[in-house]
């Protein structure tokens, strides 16, 4: 029997599978890049920028700095990061004056108690911080025209800024290819139509809106442009391990350095696709498990691996719930995730709905598998709601899965299934 650790909450859940059964354990490269410290990493990527002059040489002459960071769904390690990128930019220009602004997309605005646990006290006691909200359509500044038609409505600070930079992280990422670099900007500080024309069911439907994909990525392709149009001149992205520590880091131009990031990512997370029965996943513990909603795109890992007609098992804490009214009511209120689909699939770009790419992902998912949801009792009702199957732990989860599909189903266990890239590549 081979025991293995899966990312759950704060904390870990342990499946125990016959060996027999056991396909493949699909883990990340994840292995120390660097004898720095995390500090002195993001310091070198700062100091040897991609494609750019350095930060402190680019700042000197500018007045409004904007300064965008993820919100509290990203394990960006703002504690980390922020100190050395807001002292690059006021060694070359100590007068700056500097707003700091949460990129929250579509998400919950963040709590003041949120920002604390990620920057620390003394960044968010000492420096200016707005929370986006995408809803307000007064703090909006258009922006064009995106390559897709849809409409480019920004926060109104990325106009009224004399410089645009970011931090953030990279990793797979399930329709965009990979998070970090433009993604700061759309979905990161985009207004709600703007977001939802980016997030259609058209787009979301193409082979190559994947993890891992940016050539021909309908989605990426909106995002940079985006990007571009906001004049997002400096980036530092990291990479993290899997207990959230800096492993890597890329600064400098918006293209070069996201282009650099990524291949590195890739390098380090790309595992082979490795059929089974059964596929058992997590969202990477938390923050990333808090909500159903979040815990699609390591569910799309699974989707890589199980076989037509098996099981997926995801691991969740949840303690956000479904993250969303939207969200639920999309399953909630229909039979069964074909209607799902069939719904959302006829909905037209210009009509894009909210939450319905996560939807569109999730009920793609329930399509082609059984979906038992490892959470607390308290959201038994919700992921019941939702189509899915409740289980209290993995072990039950990987029982109740075994008794319908029979005692030799095969098993493919990828602990964390947003840190991977799942390939098929040469599998035939």
């Not at 006691?125 to 025209?145: C, P, S, W």
């Not at 089974?276 to 969202?283: E, G, K």
């Not at 607390?376 to 599909?405: I, Q």
Request: hydrophobic residues 40%; glycine residues 8%; negative net charge.
């Amino acid at each position: 029997m081979k025991a293995i650790e899966i990312p759950f909450g704060k904390g870990i859940q342990t499946i125990h599978v016959a060996e027999d059964r056991l396909q493949a354990v699909l883990t990340p490269q994840h292995e120390k890049l660097s004898q720095d410290t995390e500090t002195q990493i993001v310091e070198k990527a700062l100091e040897n920028p991609i494609g750019s002059s350095r930060l402190c040489e680019i700042c000197k002459d500018k007045k409004k700095i904007l300064l965008i960071t993820s919100d509290h769904t990203r394990p960006v390690p703002s504690k980390v990061t922020m100190p050395p990128f807001l002292r690059e930019i006021r060694k070359g220009n100590p007068d700056a004056e500097i707003t700091i602004l949460i990129a929250t997309g579509m998400h919950r605005p963040t709590t003041e108690a949120e920002l604390r646990a990620k920057m620390g006290d003394e960044i968010v006691d000492r420096e200016k911080i707005v929370v986006h909200d995408a809803m307000k359509k007064e703090d909006m500044a258009f922006f064009g025209i995106l390559p897709s038609g849809g409409e480019l409505w920004l926060n109104k600070l990325v106009a009224e800024s004399d410089l645009v930079v970011a931090e953030g992280f990279i990793e797979p990422h399930f329709f965009a290819g990979f998070s970090g670099g433009r993604k700061s900007i759309l979905p990161g500080v985009a207004a709600q139509k703007t977001v939802l024309y980016n997030h259609n069911a058209r787009f979301l439907k193409s082979p190559l809106a994947r993890q891992g994909s940016l050539n021909g990525n309908p989605i990426h392709r909106d995002m940079l442009f985006a990007a571009q149009q906001a004049k997002l001149t400096f980036i530092l992205n990291v990479l993290i391990d899997g207990e959230k520590h800096v492993i890597a880091a890329v600064a400098g131009d918006l293209e070069k350095a996201h282009e650099t990031g990524c291949a590195l990512s890739r390098k380090l997370t790309q595992v082979p696709a490795v059929e089974a029965d059964i596929a058992v996943t997590s969202n990477g513990g938390y923050p990333l498990d808090q909500n159903v909603y979040q815990a699609v795109k390591g569910m799309t890992a699974a989707e890589a691996c199980v076989k037509q007609g098996g099981a997926v098992i995801m691991c969740a804490a949840l303690g956000d719930g479904a993250g969303g009214d939207d969200f639920y009511h999309w399953f909630a209120d229909r039979e069964n995730p074909q209607a799902v689909a069939h719904d959302i699939e006829s909905i037209p770009p210009e009509e894009t709905r909210m939450d319905q790419w996560e939807a569109q992902m999730l009920a793609r998912v329930l399509c082609k598998a059984d979906c038992y949801f490892v959470t607390g009792e308290e959201n038994r009702k919700l992921v019941e709601d939702m189509h899915m199957n409740w289980a209290p732990d993995v072990d039950a989860a990987l029982k109740a899965a075994t008794e319908k599909l029979g005692e030799n189903a095969t098993v493919t266990v990828i602990p964390d299934g947003v840190g991977v890239i799942v390939s098929s590549e040469g599998k035939e």
